[in-house]
């Protein structure tokens, strides 16, 4: 894996897992606002959007969610090409 598809991959899954992230908090948001009325003590104050809550923190747990995911691909493929690097050249020897 070349540095660029290894930064690709981090970033792709990054920011498909922070849209899914957002999309998830909005819904939930909208469609459940109980819960983060719940979840935050604060939420019973007139001010508190749960929809907006919902979509910040679904954002940011997704993009954090993605950037883990993305990097563990990276470090499982670049170990599968050291070890079948290995294996090749110790074949040819």
């Known amino acids: 894996m070349t540095v660029i598809k290894a930064i690709a991959t981090i970033a792709g899954t990054t920011a ?16 459940n606002p109980g819960y983060y009325r719940n979840v935050f003590y604060q939420g019973h104050h007139p001010a508190f959007d749960p929809v907006q809550v919902g979509t910040g923190l679904g954002i940011e747990q997704g993009a954090i969610t ?19 690097a290995r294996l090749a050249i110790t074949d040819v020897a």
């Open 66 to 84: 993605g950037l883990v995911i993305g990097v563990l691909v990276v470090a499982i493929v670049a170990w599968y090409d050291l070890k079948r």
């Open 16 to 31: 498909g897992a922070t849209l899914l992230g957002g999309i998830g908090g909005y819904l939930r948001g909208v469609y």
